[in-house]
């Protein structure tokens, strides 16, 4: 499995980053999670055949994290002339989000006529469902009420396991979605503010010994983070950093 973060910055751009995506590839899968607004256009930089991905994961219904659906469907009608499906997986509200999205973005385009089928899979927090052949487990994570329910995944193929925690404060819920992963990236946003929508390194330094992850990267930083790399003992992300697990 190889996991490339294509975009690994926070909402505002912070270090000139683009907003979160990650291409998840292992034989026979080619899957994103997360497509923020900005992330898009770090996708089309990079080596990836947008017609080859099925699926997009989307952890919550927040722009940096799901804004980039609209560009990628329009570039899969107009451009890659894409005819597979895509399905797109995500917490409950999924297909109506994504209409909204839609109509506020390009108005009438999601009700068009399209050369593919669109798929939607909503997922329970705590549900596990096989897709691509690819085990995908959604829970529960703590992050912006307004938004609904925002889900972390844990991605198994192959013997494999990558987990994203998408955005969250700490939960217990990580213990058991990133227990014994060959690679866990985790939204670490500031290093000690405690702040009740994201991380803080020096809660999660305290925590993590109970998810005994194999390995560890911090993603989705913000200024607090990226002014003082020097201070931080973990790996961090950064667009385009590829890792094969
Ligand atoms: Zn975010």
Known sequence: MQVEFVGSGDAFGSGHRFQTCQHVTADGLDVLVDLGATAFHALKSTAADLNRITTILITHFHGDHFGGLPYFDLDAQFVSHRRMPL?????????????????????????????FDMRFREMAPGETIAIDGLRVT????????????????RL????????????????????PLAAG?????????????????????????????????????????????????????????????????
């Open 156 to 175: 198994e193929t192959g013997g494999k396991t990558y987990v994203y925690s998408g955005d969250t404060t700490w939960t217990d819920e990580l213990i």
């Open 138 to 153: 959604a829970r529960e994570m703590l992050h912006d009420p307004a938004a609904g329910i925002c889900l972390g995944y």
């Open 181 to 245: 992963a060959d690679l866990f990236a985790v939204e670490c946003y500031v290093r000690s503010r405690k702040i009740a929508v994201h991380m803080d390194y020096a809660t999660l330094l305290g925590r993590l010994p109970e998810i005994v992850a194999k390995r560890v990267v911090l993603t989705h930083l913000g200024p607090d983070m990226l002014d003082h790399l020097e201070d931080i003992r973990h790996e961090t992300a950064h667009d385009g950093l590829t890792i094969a697990i």
């Open 87 to 115: 399905t797109l997986v995500g917490p409950p509200g999924l297909e109506r989000r994504w209409r909204d999205l839609l109509d506020a973005s390009y108005p009438g385009f999601a009700a068009s006529r399209r050369g």
